[in-house]
């Protein structure tokens, strides 16, 4: 649901994704504030017009729940993370998968991707898993330019950027 921070008054529910009570993952607003992305436990994501409610694009392609959603700083692309141990990169316009980004072969419980997030300049993004590791991505090409370990085995559930990059 998009409510009114103000008033409390529900603008929009937003139907479409299972109608499990605890369905939608995560949500975000696109840099404008024009759209809005939710991820969600039933396999895909969806691009929502913020004013009206109504659903632009289904984001469907990964094979288990989606985690995570963002949108790029441009607001052209949106990020998705997977526990199906993948990440994949879409346009915004078309709702067209441009990327899918494997952060791990051997995909189990432990190795999904638990978020999502793009660099201040929208050229790289950082993905992070259940395995303790992070890796960071060329968002132009999909390509991994570098892997990071965790100094303990567990959950790296975020990997935000500094402002700077």
Same mark, same amino acid.
């Given at each position: ?25 995560? &949500?975000?607003?696109? *840099?404008? !504030? =024009? $759209?809005?992305? +939710? ?5 895909? %994501? #969806? /691009?929502? @017009? ?18 995570? &959603?963002?949108?790029? *700083?441009? !607001? =052209? $692309?949106?990020? +998705? ?5 993948? %990440? #994949? /990169?879409? @346009? ?74």
């Amino acid at each position: 649901k998009l409510w009114d921070a103000a008033s409390g008054e529900c603008l929009h529910a937003l139907e479409g994704h299972d109608d499990l009570e605890w369905a939608v993952k995560s &949500a975000a607003f696109s *840099p404008d !504030g =024009q $759209q809005v992305v +939710t991820a969600s436990h039933d396999g895909t %994501a #969806k /691009l929502w @017009d913020a004013a009206s409610g109504e659903c632009l694009h289904t984001l469907e392609g990964h094979e288990d729940w989606v985690t995570s &959603a963002v949108f790029s *700083p441009d !607001g =052209q $692309q949106v990020a +998705t993370g997977s526990n199906d141990a993948t %990440a #994949k /990169l879409w @346009d915004t316009a078309f709702g067209e998968c441009l990327h899918t980004l494997v952060h791990s072969f051997c995909p189990d419980r432990h190795d999904c991707v638990k978020s999502v997030a793009f660099s201040p300049d929208g050229r790289q993004v950082a993905t992070t898993s259940g395995d303790g590791t992070a890796k960071l991505w060329d968002a132009i090409s999909g390509k991994c330019l570098r892997r990071f370990s965790s100094c303990y085995s567990g959950f790296v559930f975020q990997g935000p950027f500094s402002a700077i990059g």
